[in-house]
Structure formats: structure tokens, C-alpha cells
């Protein structure tokens, strides 16, 4: 690499301000105990329709069952969602939202629900960046969902 002033090129393109911190979308306690505790989804959408994991649930079940429309419709509210969660948490696109806080696992699910619906009616370059959103957010998720 050549030198400008001193410094590589290899050095000058390092990311001087650093990688985005995480970001941490809140819980829902209510929402998430009442779908635990077995409560219909459709009734917990409705009383916290902006709560993604409900979103997420619905998602699974409409695909498991073969409804991979409904699947879609589902992930992409809980998707989005959780998109205007994260940005009202300072989330400017991009960075970190780790799998492990309970409040980021819906809009996770979300994606990945999402992802899956979309490869499986055929669009692929919306699943890729579903995938690649996903490895990009959190690799433990990408792992969790995927197995």
C-alpha cells in the first residue's frame, strides 16, 4: 500500500470512530408472559400490535402450516415493527442488536420469518437480505433461527 502524510493506506481506511454500539429494543413483559403462557397470538396482537415477537408467532405457525402468504404478511409487520423500535432506540441502520436481550429476539424472529417467507415464493434477492441483515445484526440469531 502507498503512504500518504505517514500513514498506510491500509491504516487510513480503518474505521477511526468504531463500530455502532448495540442496540436494545424494549421488552414487552405482558405480551411476552401472555404468549408463554398460551394465549391465542391473535389476542396478544391485537391488545400489542407493536410488539414483533407476536408478529414472529404468527409467522411460524401460518408457515408451519402452510400458509407462507399469511407468513409473509405476519413477518413483514413484526419486521417492521421492530424496525420503527430501533430507530426510536438510536439504531441508524446499521450495527449490533444482540439475539440475547430478550426485548431484540421478536424482530429477529421477525427477519428471519421474513427471509424464509420470501425464498419461499420465490424471492430470492429479498431473502438474501433478509440473511445477510440477519449475520449482519446478530450471528447468534442467524444461528439460532437456522437450525
Given at each position: 500500500?502507498?503512504?500518504?502524510?505517514g500513514l498506510t493506506m491500509s491504516r487510513m481506511t480503518k474505521?477511526?470512530?468504531?463500530d455502532p454500539p448495540p442496540?436494545?429494543?424494549?421488552?414487552?413483559?405482558e405480551a411476552r408472559e401472555a404468549l408463554e403462557?398460551?394465549?391465542d397470538p391473535f389476542e396478544v396482537a391485537a391488545r400489542?400490535?407493536?410488539?414483533?415477537a407476536v408478529w414472529a408467532e404468527l409467522a411460524d405457525r401460518a408457515f408451519a402450516r402452510g400458509g407462507v402468504i399469511d407468513s409473509y404478511a405476519f413477518a413483514r409487520t413484526g419486521y417492521h415493527r421492530g424496525l420503527d423500535q430501533l430507530r426510536r432506540a438510536g439504531w441508524k441502520g446499521h450495527g449490533p442488536i444482540?439475539?440475547?436481550h430478550e426485548g431484540n429476539r421478536?424482530?429477529?424472529r421477525a427477519l428471519h420469518a421474513l427471509g424464509r417467507a420470501a425464498a419461499a415464493i420465490g424471492e430470492e434477492d429479498e431473502a438474501e437480505r433478509c440473511r445477510a441483515f440477519l449475520r449482519d445484526s446478530s450471528r447468534a440469531?442467524?444461528?439460532a433461527l437456522s437450525s
Open positions: 500500500m502507498g503512504e500518504l502524510g474505521n477511526l470512530l468504531g442496540t436494545y429494543l424494549p421488552d414487552n413483559p403462557s398460551g394465549v400489542h400490535p407493536a410488539y414483533p444482540p439475539w440475547e421478536g424482530f429477529l440469531a442467524a444461528e
